[in-house]
């Protein structure tokens, strides 16, 4: 490619999509989430050919000058061949909504590009991507057949070099019953890697290289100027002539700057300089400054093998810290240089750097210096002691001598691609021989505002150091990123393991005097992060199912090849509508206020055509759910939360609209009250209506004479969706009629289509939604969405499309989340953990307004809060607060989650109170068991399946024998600990607003035999159009290739309900059903007169006979609840489960790890066990986010910090447990639904909880041994700082 105007300000990423190259993907723009990796080979400056994965986003397009880059297109194709990456992931269905795929394939290809036969390590390594639909088992189960030994079991030396399936404890290795499968795809078919088949380094770069390296290469943009010397003095003179001007390397932190608005005119590219790349090792490793951190880590990791341990172990720790430092894509093109020189405290490197006693070289033209790397070179935040015209050359990094001991720790929200909250190095020199402290070295990240050394711990080890460190480690209350009582523990802590690993191994050379006791050891060793590894069953279709048959079999998803090789098009990978506008959305700064508007200097911004407000909206500025308005700009001059939407600037191009937004000015008159939590709510009776109750049996009667009585609260966090496409919406106006299409990211189209109508002032049949299928969704595409696409469809009215795509941060801020909710309860109790009450309130945060909080979301929360427990008195409130923080929305689950969560609290603190073992003496004694039983609100149903789900949930998970491990695992370890908790689950499937519970679908059969289904439903990674097709297939008894799903389509299929409660497969299978059974009996004359005739011949006779072939289905049970009663049948019917988890927790830096899950979960008969397996892994995992590591972080003036991967966390592939199991619960069946299936989008989340409370329990066991009390307070999400500050210990207090 030549690019003649090459932009320096241009991005890879943005450079490819606009060239059509649309399988990169946008997940966040920040290098945090891996959507948008490719593969960059270059001839480096050793004339050898390299290939590194890099995130797009972040790399300048001029910095890839001679370099090829190959994208997911260039791998492979269905129109050409795929390659076995693609095949892979998509056969052994890891590829679900398919945003993230194209990312993972790249990282995986570049892999494998270096090492055709990688191990488990390599591919865990290499997978920095983040993927929010399928708990990364089935992508990295496809992924490993690429290893040498991919026999589906562990293997690779973990757990004593047994596999999985061997190990102690595990039931997975013989089934008893032989229709029971294991296998969700078959491996004996796969394309073969034939790495001759790759592309080649193209060779005209390869004698560009070779022709052009030495000549400096400049580039000029639109605003900025860039230029790259090829040689050092070039680059120095520059820098003496520019001192103010940029430098950078990796650039992984100047995209960031200039979000933030900080502008360089001139840009110098310092990547180029061989000086400054080169890693060499003489009397100590000497790194150049722009020596990647991948190329440093190798380098290392070659080096140590062969060097004696005592003068690696700086090297060691050093490795340590940069294999949890960032995603892979990042380390290749980060840099140790821009590591330090960012001068940012909770970067990793300086501290153990400096703890090695490091020197850094130092060039300007004027000559070379040599400066300790210490405390003193970062005299400020984000400030480095450099001179303008000075750059860094090299950092020496020296062996440690044989009495020298180094260790370097960090603690983040994430084990892995965290920034770390505490970050720390040490190194103690001891006299030759002796116990005797020479000299000692500590220095700390993110304790305050630069590299701290504790200075005064430094003069005097062990004795007084811990409350030296306290003197030394001031950390202010106001710390950037707060925490602060938590990094202060933190850095003693890490200073005690320190200590710990020294005085061990000064004891290992007999010198030491302390004995270090046996049960402190295993503290010293940080978490190994595995690949997670497990087992999914199923039964198998009955023998005399026809073979053509596919309900009942593990079906691939219908686009997982069109997904994995990148041409699944998702609504922003559409190609320009000629004249397309784009919209940026303007929001509020202020959380309650008035403002005034003006848009004045907007108007004359670059490119910009429009300012829409409130006052331009031709119909009704407002969307109408359930006869609630709320409104789609703020109105009235009055903003009620920040990142309400207050105006939208349309613009020619999205760069243009995004930096004319910023200038609009706005005034703003704060008015009062303002609150943000709950608690605050509460106070200012601050509600929104309906409040909701039910209530069985005389509760205040059974508290009064109940045994014991227990008070308590549950407060659980909110959470972001974080589905990897975000929202957006392309408005196209037809010109006539007032038509407009839509091509939208909506779980709800038709919801979508009727607020734009209202929005236009126009009918609802002039506004078609199309969707043809969304990069996840998880409940936040169903109403937000339709707000943005009024406000597009708005912008549109200029005659021109507009396309509106939310930045991350701008999704994170104006689309909310789940609500958080708080569960204050009293209970009654016997001895023997028999509940004879409950009576338990739900508070739920809705912010600023309505949504679905009290419908859906409040009222799942009360109608699930028995869960499989028959508590004879039972009752629930549900109140919603009103609050001036963007509002909450729907979350997969709903309420449900938090509902089911409070009450398991309650089981679980009457176990901890009665000193009972919870899932064997409590939960079992409480659990509903006739065979006909009635829910707290008289729905009946039988717990059958849910105890079938339980028993054999225990029994697989060996929980008796495992439970017993634990506690002498506790025993005998005093700074680790763990828990195993199980908890049986009764969910109910469907919409508690009973009339959503509906589906229609439309079949039409071509004359060719071909046939197209529409239904309401949106494919979102669950596979509704694969079960669908299945469905289809197996009524008209075609081969599944013959039918075919477009679209979701408001014109095909007007009134449909969303896709979601888990009801989607139900509503929509039962009506494809319908549709193809109306089909077949119209051509069944046909076929009883022709049997011998082939399906086309049928269609063809069919057409000839004037037999319609198209036919409508539709399917809508009976489901209502009454609230003035408070009762009803509010469910179609319940789905049942049963969960149970191991966790481990460092009881010193909070840091825990998934041990192991097993789940056995009813879902019926299944329809497609392959995709259920996914919806159970994913969901769980999700679940496991909720309840650990998602957490949303406001200021105390309600701006949401957490907007992008790099502050909210969602699971990794190091937060699935290292060993998942999944079974399917056989001879399931559940009559009534479609083909005896049942839904199953939504229940797992809420076994992420089962983690929370192995939590809790193990932190209950470290407080035991220390005296103190089990129970005490912990909310969720459990993160390593509640962890850790639970652990009370000497260190918490000091
Ligand atoms: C998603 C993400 C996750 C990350 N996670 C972590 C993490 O967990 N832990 C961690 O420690 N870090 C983390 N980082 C930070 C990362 O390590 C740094 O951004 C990176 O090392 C900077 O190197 P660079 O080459 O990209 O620097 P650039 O962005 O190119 O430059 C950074 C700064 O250093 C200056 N600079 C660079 N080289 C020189 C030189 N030779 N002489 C003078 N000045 C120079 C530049 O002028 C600039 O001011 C993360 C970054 C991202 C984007
Ligand atoms: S979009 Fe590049 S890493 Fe997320
Ligand atoms: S399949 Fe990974 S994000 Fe959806």
Redesign the pocket.
């Known amino acids: 490619v030549v690019e003649k105007n090459a932009d320096p300000e241009q991005m890879l990423l943005s450079f490819l999509r606009r060239r059509g190259l649309t399988g990169t993907k946008y997940g966040c723009g920040?290098?945090?989430c891996g959507s948008c990796t490719v593969m960059v080979s270059r001839y480096d400056r050793n004339h050898e050919r390299v290939h590194y994965a890099v995130n797009a986003c972040?790399q300048p397009i001029v910095a890839l000058h001679g370099a090829a880059v190959v994208t997911v297109e260039g791998v492979g194709s269905t129109d050409t061949k795929l390659h076995p990456v693609q095949e892979r992931i998509a056969k052994a269905h890891g590829s679900q909504c398919g945003f993230c795929t194209p990312g993972m394939v790249m990282s995986m290809y570049a892999l494998l590009r270096n090492k055709p036969q990688p191990t488990m390590e390599d591919i865990r390594e290499a997978l920095g991507n983040l993927c929010r639909c399928t708990g990364y088992r089935p992508i990295i189960d496809g992924f490993k057949t690429f290893c040498e030994k991919s026999s589906g079991c562990c293997q690779n030396g973990r757990e004593e070099g047994r596999c999985c399936m061997e190990r102690k404890g595990s039931k997975m290795n013989h089934s008893e019953e032989n229709d029971i499968c294991h296998k969700l795809f078959p491996m004996d078919d796969f394309l073969p890697l034939d790495p001759s088949q790759d592309l080649i380094f193209p060779p005209e770069l390869m004698m560009m290289e070779k022709k052009f390296s030495a000549a400096p290469l400049y580039f000029q943009g639109e605003r900025v100027r860039l230029v790259a010397p090829s040689e050092l003095l070039h680059l120095l003179e520059l820098k003496a002539d520019h001192p103010s001007a940029?430098?950078?390397?990796?650039?992984?932190?100047?995209p960031k700057m200039l979000l933030k608005g900080e502008f360089h005119p001139l840009v110098i590219y310092?990547g180029r300089i061989s000086e400054?790349g080169a890693v060499t090792w003489g009397k100590n490793l000497m790194v150049g400054?722009?020596c990647s951190?991948s190329t440093l880590k190798e380098e290392m990791e070659k080096a140590v093998v062969e060097m004696e341990a005592e003068k690696a172990r700086g090297y060691q720790a050093l490795l340590q810290i940069l294999q949890?430092?960032?995603?892979k894509q990042?380390r290749n093109?980060?840099?140790?240089?821009?590591?330090l020189?960012?001068a940012n405290p909770?970067?990793?490197?300086s501290s153990v750097l400096a703890a090695l006693d490091c020197t850094l070289h130092v060039i300007s033209k004027d000559g070379m210096r040599s400066v300790p790397l210490d405390e003193k070179f970062f005299p400020a935040f984000g400030k480095a002691a450099?001179r303008p015209d000075?750059?860094?050359?090299s950092i020496d990094i020296p062996y440690t001598n044989s009495w020298e001991f180094v260790a370097a720790y960090r603690q983040?929200q994430r084990r892995e691609?965290?920034?770390?909250f505490v970050n720390a190095g040490m190194k103690v020199a001891i006299r030759e021989g002796t116990d005797i402290v020479e000299s000692l070295k500590v220095y700390y990240g993110g304790v305050g505002s630069t590299l701290v050394k504790a200075e005064q711990t430094c003069e005097d080890f062990l004795s007084e150091a811990c409350r030296l460190l306290n003197v030394d480690i001031n950390v202010s209350p106001s710390i950037h990123g707060g925490r602060a009582e938590y990094r202060k523990t933190l850095a003693v802590s890490f200073f005690f393991k320190f200590y710990m690993q020294v005085v061990l191994e000064m004891t290992e050379r007999g010198v030491s005097g302390v004995a270090l006791p046996p049960e402190y050891l295993s503290a010293l060793k940080p978490f190994k992060n595995e690949v997670p590894q497990g087992q999914q069953s199923f039964q198998l279709v009955s023998e005399a199912q026809p073979c053509g048959d596919p309900v009942g079999r593990p079906s691939m998803h219908q686009s997982a090849f069109q997904q994995a090789t990148g041409e699944a098009k998702y609504y922003d990978d559409l190609p320009p509508v000629q004249g397309e506008l784009f919209i940026h959305m303007v929001t509020s700064l202020r959380a309650h206020a008035r403002i005034n508007i003006d848009p004045s200097e907007v108007l004359n911004q670059p490119g910009v055509v429009a300012f829409v407000s409130a006052g331009d909206v031709p119909g009704a500025n407002r969307r109408l759910w359930f006869n609630h308005p709320e409104e789609l700009f703020a109105q009235e001059e009055q903003a009620l939360c920040v990142g309400q939407i207050i105006g939208a600037v349309v613009a020619e191009t999205r760069e243009q609209a995004r930096r004319a937004a910023e200038k609009v000015q706005v005034t703003y008159q704060d008015l009062q009250p303002v609150f943000f939590t709950i608690e605050d709510a509460i106070k200012h009776e601050s509600f929104f209506e309906p409040k909701r109750k039910v209530e069985r049996g005389d509760v205040d009667e059974a508290l009064r004479t109940a045994e014991h009585i227990l008070e308590d609260q549950l407060y659980m966090g909110g959470q972001e969706h974080f589905y990897m496409e975000t929202q957006g919406v392309i408005a196209v106006p037809k010109g006539e009629h007032g038509e407009m299409d839509l091509f939208v990211a909506s779980q709800h189209a038709a919801f979508t289509q009727e607020v734009v109508a209202m929005a236009l002032g126009v009918d609802s049949n002039k506004i078609t939604c199309h969707v043809k299928r969304l990069g996840g969704a998880f409940g936040g595409k169903v109403m937000k969405i339709a707000s943005l696409s009024a406000i597009t469809a708005v912008a549109a009215r200029t005659g021109r499309a507009v396309r509106c795509c939310l930045d991350r941060g701008d999704d994170m801020l104006i689309t909310s989340g789940r609500h958080p909710f708080l569960g204050k309860y009293k209970v009654g109790y016997n001895s023997d953990g028999t509940i004879v009450a409950a009576d338990i309130t739900y508070y739920s945060n809705g912010g600023c307004t309505l949504d679905e909080s009290p419908f859906q979301i409040m009222e799942k929360a009360i109608l699930h809060m028995d869960n499989g427990y028959k508590i004879p008195n039972l009752r629930g409130r549900g109140v919603v607060c009103k609050t001036y923080l963007p509002s909450y929305t729907a979350f997969r689950g709903f309420g449900g989650p938090q509902g089911l969560t409070v009450m398991e609290s309650v089981l679980h603190e009457v176990a901890v109170r009665c000193g009972l073992p919870p899932e064997k003496q409590v939960r079992e004694i409480n659990m509903y068991r006739e065979q006909q039983c009635y829910t707290h609100y008289k729905q009946p149903f039988c717990p059958t399946d849910m105890l079938r789900c339980w028993d054999e949930c225990l029994e697989k998970a060996s929980y008796q024998d495992r439970l017993r491990e634990v506690q002498l695992f506790n025993s005998s370890n005093r700074w680790r600990k763990r828990g195993i908790t199980a908890v049986p689950m009764k969910f109910g499937v469907g919409f508690s607003k009973g009339f959503y519970n509906q589906g229609a679908a439309l079949v039409n059969i071509f004359k060719d035999g071909s046939v197209l289904v529409s239904h309401g439903g949106t494919e979102m990674g669950q596979g509704i159009n694969t079960k669908a097709i299945q469905i289809a297939s197996r009524v008209l008894q075609v081969p599944m290739s013959s039918i075919f799903i477009k679209e979701t389509c408001t014109g095909n299929v007007p009134n449909a309900a969303p896709s979601a409660a888990s009801f989607g497969t139900d509503a929509v299978g039962m009506a494809v059903k319908d549709a193809c059974e109306k089909l077949m009996r119209r051509l069944q004359p046909l076929t009883e007169k022709n049997p011998q005739h082939t399906w086309k011949q049928q269609i063809t006779e069919a057409y000839f006979q004037k037999i319609s072939l198209s036919a409508t289905g539709f399917f809508g049970p009976p489901t209502n609840v009454d609230w003035e009663k408070g009762e009803g049948q509010a469910y179609y019917y319940f789905t049942f489960g049963a969960c149970c988890s191991e966790v481990e927790i460092d009881c010193l830096t909070g840091d825990h790890k998934n041990i192991r899950t097993d789940i056995v979960i009813d879902v019926g008969k299944s329809i497609n066990p392959a995709l259920d397996v996914g919806q159970v892994e994913g969901g769980f995992v999700q679940g496991v986010g909720l309840y650990t590591i998602e957490e949303l972080q406001f200021s105390a003036d309600g701006v949401l910090k957490t907007r992008g991967?790099?502050q909210y966390k969602i699971p990794a592939l190091c937060d699935v447990p290292a060993e998942l199991n999944v079974h399917l619960l056989a001879n399931a069946e559940n009559p009534g639904a479609i083909y005896l299936s049942k839904g199953i989008g939504e229940p797992p989340v809420f076994f992420g909880c089962t983690i929370f409370f192995a939590i809790k329990a193990a932190i209950a066991a470290a407080r035991q041994e220390r005296g103190l009390s089990a129970i005490f307070p912990l909310n969720s999400p459990a993160t390593a700082e509640k962890i850790r500050m639970a652990c009370q210990d000497q260190f918490t207090k000091m």
Request: overall charge negative; proline content about 2%.
């Open positions: 920040g290098g945090g972040l940029a430098l950078i390397v990796g650039n992984t932190t100047i310092a400054l400054a722009a951190l949890c430092l960032a995603g990042i093109m980060a840099t140790i240089g821009g590591n020189l960012s909770k970067y990793d490197l450099l000075e750059v860094l050359l983040a691609f965290a920034f770390s991967p790099t």
